[in-house]
Nanobody, 127 residues
Framework: QVQLVESGGGSVQAGGSLRLSCAAS??????????GGWFRQAPGKEREGVAA???????RYADSVLGRFTISKDSFEKTLYLQMNNLNADDTAMYYC???????????????????WGQGTQVTVSS
């Protein structure tokens, strides 16, 4: 059974940085159909895709974070990262990691495409 556990959230001032981690057990972030993603949900808003990465390391980003956030995975393919720089108040949300290992995704930033989810980690940015 796959388990994803996020960590690294916290409170930071605008302009600051945080790095989120998502550790996997029961699977690795690899495989022909693998896709991993980071999503966020602010109070009263829908969950939205932030960044996604496939087994080859090809990444995709939401326009709102392009140039500020970087998704990556470690060489052991057991941890997914989200480096967040130049944070602003609009980035305040609960952040979730997710993964999928079956068939290719046409839209990897759509939350409902993913099968396995972590419990979330809170990111709060104060202005």
């Amino acid at each position: 059974q796959v388990q994803l556990v996020e960590s690294g959230g916290g409170s930071v001032q605008a302009g600051g940085s945080l790095r989120l981690s998502c550790a996997a057990s029961g699977a690795t972030y690899s495989g022909y159909f693998f896709m991993g993603g980071w999503f966020r949900q602010a109070p009263g808003k829908e969950r939205e895709g932030v960044a996604a990465i496939d087994s080859d390391g090809t990444s995709r980003y939401a326009d709102s974070v392009l140039g500020r956030f970087t998704i990556s995975k470690d060489s052991f393919e057991k941890t997914l990262y989200l480096q967040m720089n130049n944070l602003n108040a609009d980035d305040t949300a609960m952040y979730y990691c997710a993964a999928r290992w079956r068939t290719f995704l046409s839209s990897p930033l759509r939350p409902f495409e993913y099968d396995d989810w972590g419990q979330g980690t809170q990111v709060t940015v104060s202005s």
